[in-house]
């Protein structure tokens, strides 16, 4: 890293940690929000102020945050962010109206301690381990349907993506997977530790450099 480039980054770092912990943002337009159901197993992740965030983990994007207060939590996205969408892709047999779409999801909710530096996953889903349904969230830059099955697959899809976020729902039943909008607001469950060391473990995601609150 260059010169000019280390005091940058530490400023965006600084502004992030800032973030996690005081939950500041911009004006937003998009939140998320629920009950977790099993509290207890935030208590592995230790004392302190406990924040989720709605990441792109493999991405290393941080999406949203927002406090965890008992066992209820509001994420925020900023109104300001647009997601780096990319060409929608699904398997033949799939019809989609209009074609062109341009999507991204938010795939992974974290627990975080900044405390501890130790996160936590977060699942939407009907249960805690083996669940019949699961939720996500994805952005689409235009409404868009996706109707049909996969060749070759038992996945189906009954599925609208309006313009920006839509909660979607996949739903598995005897080898047969449905996709499509989400009916009901699912609960939330914490699943065990999956670092003690979140800051290491994933530093595109704490650097501030892929954050929805920096652009």
Excluded: K
């Excluded at 699904?90 to 779409?101: I, Q």
């Excluded at 009954?158 to 607001?185: C, H, K, P, Q, Y």
């Amino acid at each position: 890293m260059n010169r000019s480039a280390a005091p940058r980054a530490t400023a965006l770092r600084h502004a992030l940690l800032t973030l996690l912990l005081t939950g500041t943002a911009h004006a937003t337009s998009f939140s998320v929000g629920g009950e977790i159901r099993n509290p207890a197993a935030t208590r592995p992740l230790g004392s302190g102020d406990l924040r989720v965030l709605m990441t792109n983990l493999s991405g290393g994007w941080l999406l949203g945050m927002g406090p965890l207060t008992g066992t209820r939590f509001n994420v925020v996205v900023p109104g300001t962010f647009r997601p780096p969408v990319q060409p929608l892709d699904v398997c033949p047999g799939v019809r989609v109206t209009p074609a062109g779409a341009r999507t991204y999801t938010a795939e992974t909710l974290l627990v975080f301690n900044a405390a501890t530096n130790t996160v936590a996953t977060l699942v939407q889903a009907d249960a805690p381990t083996d669940p019949a349904e699961r939720g996500q969230w994805i952005y689409s830059d235009r409404t868009v349907t996706l109707r049909g099955r996969c060749a070759g697959l038992n996945t189906h899809y009954d599925l609208t993506l309006r313009s920006g976020w839509t909660g979607v729902t996949t739903e598995s039943a005897d080898g047969r997977f449905e996709i499509r909008n989400a009916r009901r607001n699912l609960p939330y469950w914490v699943q065990p530790v999956l670092s003690t060391a979140a800051r290491q473990t994933f530093p595109a995601l704490f650097s501030g450099q892929r954050s929805a609150f920096n652009r």
